[in-house]
């Protein structure tokens, strides 16, 4: 399978606190993808790095992509009870046309 | 601008039937792709339609086949329903193939 892993599965803060979620990949990629999840229904897109990206940023957001390593990480900063959902990674593997996801990690922010 | 849509919301088969959910992309996209998502895992990669042809398929048995329409509109099927179908059914459309997704809010399959 050429599903990547995400870690932490689950991770709980405190209100204002960051968060960084971490996502490790199989083989070269295009793209690298997160989207948010809030009870279990439609994912939101998030941000997309490419692969000759290093680092993106998106309002609170900021994705960093190290292809020598195979993985990518997304800091949330500042975090806010509404940024409580599930995060996921999901990537583009070069010579293929659909996006493989991650399992998740469930992002719990206590006010 | 209307995103995705998706319907219905919910659905209750039972084991052995069949059931058709349907997904309407985001104006302007010309791609679907549907997801399966069993609870606590990651969406898994069902199929791709592009240009009314199945592009890309993953891992799932010819009991779940689709279609695409000339308006991109696309259905999925599944047949002979079995308990471990039970999940959430997600569609998404795009324009240019990997590029970011836009999601519909998920068909909920309970299969009893």
């Known amino acids: 399978s050429q599903q990547g892993e995400e870690d932490p599965q689950a991770l709980s803060i405190q209100e204002g606190e960051n968060a960084t979620m971490n996502c490790s990949y199989k083989?070269?990629?295009?793209?690298l993808q997160w989207y948010r999840q809030n009870s279990g229904r439609g994912l939101v897109h998030l941000i997309l790095i490419r692969s000759n990206e290093r680092e993106k940023h998106s309002g609170r957001l900021r994705v960093t992509l190290d292809t020598s390593k195979k993985s990518s990480s997304l800091l949330i900063t500042a975090s806010r009870a509404a940024d409580t959902a599930s995060y996921f990674c999901?990537?583009?593997?070069?010579?293929?046309?659909?996006?493989?996801f991650g399992q998740g990690t469930r992002l719990t922010i206590n006010p | 601008d209307a995103g995705v849509t998706q319907s219905p919301t919910h659905l209750i088969k039972t084991r052995g039937q069949q059931v058709t959910l349907r997904c309407s992309p985001k104006?302007?996209?010309?791609?679907v792709s549907w997801y399966q998502q069993a609870l606590g895992q990651g969406p898994q990669f069902i199929f791709q339609y592009y240009e009314e042809e199945e592009r890309q398929r993953g891992n799932f048995p010819d009991r779940f086949s689709g279609h695409q329409f000339p308006n991109y509109s696309s259905e999925l099927n599944v047949n002979a329903l079995l308990l471990g179908d039970s999940a959430l059914y997600l569609c998404a459309s795009s324009l240019p193939v990997g590029e970011k997704l836009f999601f519909g809010s998920g068909t909920q399959l309970s299969v009893l």
């Open positions: 104006s302007g996209h010309d791609t």
């Open positions: 999901a990537t583009l593997y070069q010579g293929a046309q659909k996006l493989v």
């Open positions: 083989t070269s990629i295009n793209n």
